[in-house]
């Protein structure tokens, strides 16, 4: 079964800073999706960023962009210019290719805090 | 935008009772998903659904069962509630021959207290 780790139960960073969020994870599926969901005060999921492991580019959506190392099963998310509305719990997901489902496994999460 | 609605925001319940929580989707998808969120724990899954009569457990499926009738509704019902059953439920739906990007859509939340 495939499982996903954040170590980082929260982290802090001051605005207009950039913070590093940790996620890797295990599995023995060479192809597979990995994902960031940002979770704000309001409850709803936001996806923020999205990573196919057959790419070896990196994503980058606007500020954010991630550190994919497929050896190593390292999937870091990269908040660049921290913006209070950043703040938020932040979870790294996976999703297998295979079968008709998207079904995703969570890590736990980090917390994000943004000082002014 | 895809809309995934959840019919309580909050709900209180007494143990032992029935507890039905529901979720609707408007995008016509195929699967329907529900998690359990908790401090510390992240998000769990507890049940899903790839089309209409037809589920399959996820992770944490013990003390609960879902109903999915019509294909934009999925059901998560708690037989008899204990105060462990206590927590964040999120529900979700996607659909891989209609997303490009394997997005899922998640609801807002049902935070259940039972007493």
């Known amino acids: 079964a495939q499982t996903v780790t954040q170590s980082q139960p929260e982290m802090s960073v001051q605005e207009a800073e950039t913070v590093t969020l940790s996620c890797t994870y295990d599995t023995s599926e060479s192809d597979y999706y990995l994902f960031w969901y940002k979770q704000p005060p309001s409850r709803q999921m936001i996806l923020v960023i999205r990573q196919e492991a057959y790419k070896q580019q990196n994503a980058t959506e606007n500020r954010f962009s991630v550190n994919f190392q497929k050896a190593a099963k390292s999937f870091s998310l990269k908040i660049s210019d921290s913006q209070l509305g950043d703040a938020a719990m932040y979870f790294c997901?996976?999703?297998?290719?295979?079968?008709?489902?998207?079904?995703?496994?969570f890590g736990k999460g980090t917390k994000l805090t943004v000082n002014p | 935008d895809v809309k995934v609605t959840q019919s309580s925001r909050y709900l209180v319940k007494r143990t032992g009772e029935k507890v039905f929580l529901e979720c609707v989707q408007d995008m016509d998808h195929e699967n329907m998903f529900w998690y359990r969120q908790d401090p510390g724990l992240g998000l769990r899954l507890i049940y899903f659904?790839?089309?209409?009569?037809?589920?399959e457990k996820g992770d944490i499926p013990e003390g609960y069962s879902v109903s999915r009738e019509k294909k934009e509704r999925f059901s998560l019902i708690l037989e008899s509630a204990s105060t462990n059953q206590t927590s964040m439920y999120l529900c979700a739906s996607g659909d891989r021959m209609k997303t490009t990007n394997e997005k899922l859509f998640f609801g807002s939340g049902t935070q259940l207290s039972v007493l």
């Open positions: 997901a996976y999703s297998s290719t295979q079968g008709g489902s998207e079904k995703l496994v």
């Open positions: 659904s790839y089309d209409v009569k037809m589920k």
